[in-house]
């Protein structure tokens, strides 16, 4: 599938690159002396889980083209140096926020870790009995020697190198030696606070251990040493053609996620060249997969210091969300939605309208079946217990679970496995495609004979990321919508053609084609100088046929506006090829992640929202759902609240130049951010809850 014929052949943005800009942006946030400091550490802790996923599932053929000196294709030898030159820079910036900024300002306000030479005798007697205790016994040295190989090591896992002089009990020189941290113990431990300080002491696992590394070694001297940590591939591959089982099958792959390809090492600043020789050695990896860095080599476990400490005042004051202003508390949803559809704007309405909305057809007799898609639901969740709890009252409950959902595989394993030993009707999806879509289509007898109640959502069904992720739900009795939905799950479960939908596009058969032929249709009108706009909204653009065809229509006089959160590789503003393209990316507290689409031709005026951002993947590769928004009062408050408002946004808007790099939005006006506009602090000022 291609996109526009006319459509210019320019340079798109590299979108490796453009995933590194983002996370730039998020640690800008880490920067901000207006951002309460434990909210700032999270920042820092945020960029490295992301950073950690990069490595994970985009550096390994980088890594392969690097290796056999790839000079041709998307992966080159050349461009794995570009990216992993732009990676070091990030987290020497990173790092330097931690150490130059963030700590400081932890200090000030009376919080501190403490390194060993700056601990009091009081603390260093704790330490070691924290470290005698509690730390000791799950320590395992492992000396190298022919009989003792370099041990596996775990993805992302905290270890220690550590090179020995004298010799070992049999009289032997081997020098080197691996200490692996169970991933049980504790990060962080509080000390004593100094006598009439008000300070809060803390001691990281990676200081404790390195203060005590001689008594794992009685008889010898440690003479070097070095934190260290490897980054592994950890995108599970399955050839679901082959397998008969597809659970089976990830449930083994599961096993050896935590060991799979090395790509990353991240050693201490101080680490010597022979250490980290030995390690690349080791690991196979090259000069440039090195990473030295002047702090933790994990700074996702921050977190847990984080929820050490008791100090609301160092955080965000906390966000109630209202209960959706279209719906009566109490009120049937059946009755309500017999009225018309119901749109939930989350996180800044609350997710728990969901749930009850669940809850009232699992409790009420008249419903007969429910039908849900599982993605990512959490690792604790009420919504699985409602189904369950639905087959024991007799519901015909089906569940499409999506068992490749990265990094959720084995909780959805688990809730497959549980939904199936009530009697749940579980399936898997399609060979091939990840079902992506959010739908819960519910089945009730009434006086005038069967009708359908739906949920469709931008977002996940998880009660956690629902309180920071920004997605619309939306409730409907629309007969033609919710048929729509019907026909989706009958083709999800039997696997025959798909009926003909009235409404609603699915992919990979109807969303990409259809999203280009409207693209199209804008160029062609504002070709005949009627006036055409498009204003989208998604978490990122990185499929080829579709950024072109922005463009295409941009060079036709279509009027674009682009709000991408993540990646995006289409350069904005770029003479001659998208003159009328803006982008923008907003990054503030919540995490944007709803998606929006906006056509304008005319008189004719189309709102769309999708479970499906503008990728390839979710374009030929996953079951994705769009459907219109068809009243006008909803249709208007989608644009005012996740258009309109975005592209005002002076505070935590950043604009992309045609060469690829971000400014602030408010750069332009000289505004401090204290007066700026922002998106999200409006929003939560109107829905939050008012007491």
Request: hydrophobic letters at 40%; aromatic letters at 8%; charged letters at 25%.
């Amino acid at each position: 599938m291609t996109g526009h014929p006319n459509a210019p052949r320019f340079p798109l943005l590299d979108r490796d690159l453009s995933i590194l800009a983002f996370n730039e942006r998020v640690m800008d946030w880490a920067r901000r002396t207006d951002v309460p400091v434990l909210e700032r550490l999270r920042y820092l802790s945020i960029v490295s889980s992301n950073l950690d996923e990069f490595f994970e599932v985009r550096m390994a053929p980088q890594l392969a083209a690097a290796r056999i000196n790839e000079t041709r294709g998307l992966y080159t030898a050349e461009t794995f140096q570009a990216l992993s030159a732009r990676v070091h820079e990030l987290v020497s910036q990173q790092y330097a926020i931690y150490n130059d900024e963030v700590l400081p300002a932890l200090e000030k306000k009376g919080i501190k870790i403490v390194a060993h030479s700056e601990r009091n005798s009081r603390q260093r007697r704790h330490v070691r009995e924290i470290f005698v205790n509690e730390v000791q016994p799950l320590l395992m040295p492992v000396g190298l020697d022919p009989a003792h190989p370099f041990p596996q090591v775990a993805n992302k896992s905290l270890n220690f190198i550590v090179r020995l002089s004298g010799k070992d009990a049999f009289g032997r020189e081997n020098e080197i030696a691996i200490v692996k941290v169970p991933r049980i113990l504790p990060r962080f431990f509080r000390l004593p606070s100094v006598k009439g300080s008000r300070q809060v002491h803390f001691v990281s696992i990676s200081s404790l251990i390195r203060t005590h590394l001689g008594d794992l070694f009685p008889g010898r001297q440690v003479t070097e040493f070095s934190q260290f940590r490897v980054t592994r591939h950890s995108d599970l591959a399955v050839d679901e053609e082959e397998v008969k089982n597809l659970r089976t099958a990830l449930r083994k792959g599961l096993q050896q996620r935590h060991y799979g390809q090395a790509l990353r090492l991240e050693v201490s600043a101080g680490a010597s060249e022979f250490l980290s020789d030995f390690l690349l050695e080791q690991f196979g990896l090259p000069e440039a997969s090195l990473y030295r860095v002047p702090g933790p080599v994990n700074l996702v476990r921050l977190n847990q210091l984080i929820d050490k400490i008791d100090a609301p005042e160092l955080r965000f004051e906390p966000y109630l969300p209202g209960w959706p202003q279209q719906l009566t508390p109490g009120q049937s949803f059946f009755e309500r939605l017999q009225q018309g559809d119901v749109l939930i704007h989350q996180p800044y309405e609350s997710f728990d309208a969901v749930l009850s909305f669940l809850r009232e057809a699992v409790e009420d007799p008249d419903v007969l079946a429910i039908k849900q898609t599982i993605y990512r639901t959490g690792a604790k969740s009420e919504l699985m217990d409602l189904l369950r709890e639905a087959v024991r009252r007799g519901k015909e409950v089906t569940a499409v679970v999506e068992l490749k959902a990265r990094f959720d595989e084995e909780a959805n394993i688990n809730y497959a496995e549980r939904l199936e030993s009530v009697g749940a009707q579980v399936v898997y999806g399609v060979v091939g495609l990840k079902t992506h879509a959010k739908m819960l289509l519910i089945t009730r007898r009434e006086a005038t004979g069967l009708r359908r109640y739906a949920h469709l959502s931008t977002g996940n069904y998880n009660p956690g990321t629902a309180r920071v992720y920004t997605d619309l739900s939306m409730l409907t009795a629309d007969e033609t919508l919710t048929a729509d939905v019907d026909q989706i799950f009958l083709h999800l479960a039997s696997q025959n053609r798909l009926g003909r939908l009235n409404q609603a596009l699915m992919a990979p058969f109807l969303l990409h084609k259809a999203l280009l032929d409207k693209l199209a249709a804008a160029g062609e009108a504002a070709a005949r100088g009627e006036e055409a706009r498009v204003t989208l909204k998604m978490n990122a653009l990185t499929d080829e046929a579709l950024a072109r065809a922005l463009a295409a229509a941009s060079q036709q006089g279509v009027k674009i506006d682009l709000i991408v959160r993540g990646a995006c590789v289409l350069p904005a503003g770029v003479p001659g090829f998208t003159d009328n393209v803006r982008v923008r990316s907003v990054i503030g507290r919540l995490l944007e992640h709803s998606r929006v689409f906006h056509f304008r031709v005319g008189a004719n005026e189309e709102v769309w929202l999708s479970s499906a951002d503008w990728m390839n993947r979710n374009m030929l590769r996953r079951v994705e759902l769009a459907w219109p928004v068809t009243d006008p009062a909803l249709r208007q408050r989608v644009i005012d609240e996740c258009l309109i408002a975005y592209l005002q946004d002076t505070r935590d808007a950043w604009l992309l130049q045609p060469d690829g790099r971000y400014v602030p939005a408010g750069a332009a006006g000289g505004r401090g951010r204290t007066h700026a506009q922002s998106a999200q602090s409006s929003l939560m000022h109107r829905y939050g809850h008012k007491g």
